[in-house]
């Protein structure tokens, strides 16, 4: 049996403003100096409004159920959710607020600036060329919202007047039949009492985040005859990144008592030195050998520098309630690691080649959510039975120690003139890869050991057909990935993990270039087919208890896209 004790109705406004520019010189001093300038500055501004109110019938639901482990949704036999007699407004989840309102204000700014110089050496024998620059770049992330609650009269359930509904919403796709459908804003002055909420958990979650970055770097580009038949190619270079960020909002603090989240400002200053080489060994006849390694940094999410902080108690049905919390890190530093790659190239014909590679990343700083202990002496509990103890649990981004990710990839481009003159115009291109690591997103010691970061497939492909002669052109692709431990964005803007089935999908494009001999020259005409096989998305979800054992939790179609297209050029 099933207990449904909940309807929610959600509204959400949003309006985007999104602004870019830039500016870009090249001076040309003499024949071996060359300036180059660039300025740039994009804003995006986001008004976002979220409203939820909640209903549901008096008393709860038993109903009976049936779920698919195959493809589909489930069957759910249940009594008539559309029904205005029976479906009340309330708060059946005993929220303590018969709905939610929050106005959020987003602004993202980033300034940038570049100066680079090359210069050609014309006398070396070796150094054909040398880069020099500086770039440096500012961003800041201003957040911060205000948050309703709404309460019926005496919050007491009401029922709505019919004149105010809409037509009920078919979910017998999903197996649920017909629900009351209603238009919240449109009850929420007649209906609601509206105030606004001053706890902690609302207040503490506004932030200003700033990312100063400078970033100094040199490069040679290398071109020189080791032997009478293998030429060496490639460049060496360095760069020097100097980060200074900071966040103001609710900030970490010692005191005399331990720990305490006061309002203030916190950041970090880090300097980081990047070297990098890549190298191409020409051994003529078609073969090339490539390695590259290099110092490798990747800033994590200003989302999580912000110093911002939620506080909750959660409580468990028979056992004690728990302090708990969550905030930003404005000392958060980047994703750190060496990496390396190796691979070998054979070319032949105009555009044919196989080639195998092999890499190799060790990630020495790995950014994992930690769950810290945590007095919370002092903060004020809104409910009934505050907990026990002020002790509890802070989760919050942190810097950690990585591990590895390596791998293989085979790669052919394949035209058809290889194998006879009759197949002139016809091609395939294939790539695949596997990828493995021994990173677990959770933290070493604290997840099951078998997830992945997110994203990761161990074996993605790609495979194309095509042909392309006369001014016409055909291609049909195929895409497969492995399973994947995807991040997706969740109720309150909050990120999830969610375990993502593999994913084949085909497309097909057709496509023509009418010839200069025709009236029509210069125009192309381009038709696309996505997703031809109408691939759906789908996600399982982890019994729990037994972490091997999987239920299906998603099943989306998104159905074919078709897009056709015309380009003139003069």
Known sequence: MLQ????????????????SAGWNNEF???DTWTLTSDLSYSRAKVEESKLETYAGRLGGVSADFRVRLSPGYGYYALPDMSDPSAVYLRDPQNWGHDGRLEDSHQKDEMKAFRVAVNHVIESSDFLRSWDAGFHVSKRTKEKSAEVYFADLPGRTPTLIDPSLLSSPTDLGFAGMGHVITYDPRALLSRYYDVYISESNDDLQKDA??????KTFYF????????????????????????????????????????????????????????????????FGNGWNLRFGAAREMMRPRINDMGARASVYVQTSQGGPSEWRGSGGNPALEPYRANAYDLSIEKYFGEASYVALAAFYKDMDS???????PWDFSGYDYEGTQPPASPLGVFSTPANGTGGYMRGYEFSTALGGELLHDALDG??????????????????????SGTDTFPGLSKIVANATVYYEKHGFSARVSQRFRDPYRG????????RTYRYTLNERTIDLQLGYDFPESSRLSGLSILFQVNNVNNEPFRTEVSSGTHPDLFFPEEYTEYGRQYLLGFRYKL
């Not at 790995?366 to 810290?372: D, M």
């Not at 991040?487 to 909050?494: H, L, R, V």
């Open 4 to 19: 449904l004790t909940r309807n929610e109705i959600r509204h959400i406004g949003l309006h985007s403003r999104l602004f």
């Open 28 to 30: 040309k001093i003499n």
């Open 208 to 213: 200003i985040t700033e990312e100063d970055v």
């Open 219 to 282: 490069k040679a580009n290398l071109d020189m005859d080791l032997t009478d038949t293998v030429r060496l190619r490639g460049n060496a270079g360095v760069q020097y990144i100097r980060t200074d960020q900071t966040s103001q909002g609710v900030v970490i603090q010692q005191n005399e008592n331990g720990q305490a989240l006061v309002a203030g400002t916190a950041g970090a200053s880090y300097g980081d030195i990047l070297p990098s080489l890549n190298l191409v060994a020409d």
């Open 366 to 372: 790995y950014i994992y959510t930690r769950e810290i």
């Open 426 to 447: 016809f091609g395939l291109l294939l790539n695949a890869s596997y990828t493995e690591s021994s990173i677990d997103p959770d933290g070493p010691g604290i997840g």
């Open 487 to 494: 991040e997706y964005g969740s109720i309150f803007n909050q």
